[in-house]
């Protein structure tokens, strides 16, 4: 379970955070699971998890029949919020509509949470990943390009914690798990002004990303280009796709406040380097 956030605990409402607990239980792999099986993804009691299910059925988020449950439509209004109350998905859109035109390759905006980058807008081309991504879709934020397109401008402190709490959980061969070239790592997409990540997710998977800002020049998105092995190579990829989706992160960041010349306030100017 999530760990409550640092602060005053009297402030604190546990029984909120189960109750998300239990709607984030239900995944891919667990569709229509059992009370027991959430009550064991969750690690609550049986009887707090019944108490969670038949609250959330009587507000319209979860139904069960024969002793399982699923989710109903109404969780993708908390989504839809979401979307409808930040201007930056909106004026994402056609960005990534003309990258995924321009590179025949899928397109993503994603931004970070935790120890995890979530895709918040995407423009799919063909299916490239074994998991199904599509908005809402949760990745490590240490195995792809949009996690270090985020993370090399962040603060040094959450930069720590991502390194200690994911653990640099190794995904594939490639994957980098010491915690001193994960660093030199970020530093070289600082340097770059962008990530390029081969094969440290999944297997034969090549993702590139570019950082996105805001009106104070705060990273507050990653803008990537996902492809695989076999499609083209890296020096194509750095010489055709790169300044593209630079470009691109360029004119999204105008849209939203950036001017490249003008100097970052000191939130910008906070960071791991």
């Given amino acids: 379970m999530t760990q409550p956030a ?23 792999e667990r569709s229509n699971p059992t009370l027991a099986e959430l009550a ?20 319209g988020y979860v139904d069960g029949t024969d002793g399982r449950w699923r989710l109903t439509p109404r969780v993708l209004s908390i989504g839809q919020h979401y979307t409808a109350s930040h201007a930056m998905i909106e ?6 509509l003309r990258l995924a035109e321009q590179t ?23 299916r490239i990943m074994s998991i199904n991504v599509s908005v809402g879709t949760r990745v490590p934020a240490h195995a792809t ?18 390194i200690a709490e994911s653990g640099l959980r190794r995904l594939t061969a490639h994957t980098i798990t010491d915690p001193e070239r994960f660093r030199a790592a970020l530093r070289e997409v600082h340097e770059q002004g962008y990530a390029l990540v081969v094969g440290e997710l999944e297997e034969g998977l090549i993702s590139v ?12 998105a990653a803008l990537a ?49």
């Fill in 104 to 126: 025949s390759e899928s397109a993503s905006l994603a931004a970070l949470d935790g120890t995890d980058v979530v895709y918040v807008a995407r423009v799919p081309v063909r």
């Fill in 225 to 273: 280009s996902s492809t695989s092995i076999g499609r083209g190579d890296l020096e194509q990829l750095k010489a055709e796709v790169v300044p593209l989706l630079l470009r691109t992160a360029a004119s999204l960041s105008a849209d939203l406040g950036h001017r490249a010349e003008r100097r970052p306030g000191p939130a910008a100017r906070e960071g791991f380097y």
């Fill in 40 to 59: 064991a993804a969750t690690g609550l009691s049986r009887p707090a998890v019944r108490r969670i299910l038949l609250t959330l059925r009587r507000l």
């Fill in 209 to 220: 990303s570019a950082p996105v800002r805001d009106q104070s020049g705060e990273v507050v």
């Fill in 6 to 28: 640092a602060g005053n605990d009297r402030d604190f409402v546990q029984s909120l955070e189960r109750g998300f607990a239990v709607l984030l239980a239900f995944d891919e």
């Fill in 145 to 162: 390009s949009m996690g270090r397109a985020l993370l090399a401008w962040a603060p040094a402190p959450r930069v720590e914690r991502v």
């Fill in 91 to 96: 004026l994402a859109q056609p960005h990534l």
